[in-house]
């Protein structure tokens, strides 16, 4: 793996993070909380009793999801252009530590709220943002 993967696959990875940040945002509001409602009952394969998003504690939560997910995406889309260069193992680990502390938390929460089937989604979603990030890159020089 080169570093112009890695910085490649950084931007994959802010993408897959940030993405859910709309999403969540979404449900603050009861006109368009569908995909907020419709996420929620996939990771937590509740299909057969869906979410709701009446609660205004729910619409603080999500507003707040939102907000943390899309930073932390756009964080990490920030590192890959203006600190990758200098620091590219640096920023490796660091994106690295970030994504398997929230992999950690999020899978003991959903086990511990009797949503393990998301731990099943949180892997995949581990796989895709870490992909190459695993193994530090080969010096270009």
């Not at 570093?3 to 990875?13: I, N």
């Not at 993070?17 to 368009?32: D, Q």
């Not at 409602?37 to 205004?56: F, Q």
């Not at 590192?79 to 490796?92: H, I, K």
């Amino acid at each position: 793996m080169t570093q112009a993967f890695h910085r490649v696959w950084l931007k994959v990875t802010a993408i897959v993070i940030g993405a859910f940040g709309p999403v969540f945002s979404l449900g603050t509001m009861s006109a368009s909380s569908a995909p907020a409602r419709w996420t929620l009952d996939l990771l937590g394969w509740r299909l057969d009793r869906p979410s709701t998003y009446d609660a205004p504690n729910t619409q603080f939560l999500s507003a707040l999801t939102g907000g943390f997910l899309l930073g932390w995406g756009v964080t990490i889309w920030c590192l890959s252009v203006w600190v990758y260069d200098a620091a590219p193992e640096g920023v490796r680990r660091s994106v690295l530590a970030g994504t398997l502390a929230w992999f950690c938390l999020d899978s003991a929460g959903s086990i511990a709220s009797g949503n393990p089937s998301n731990v099943a989604f949180n892997v995949l979603v581990l796989l895709i943002a870490v992909g190459p990030l695993w193994r530090p890159a080969k010096d270009q020089a």
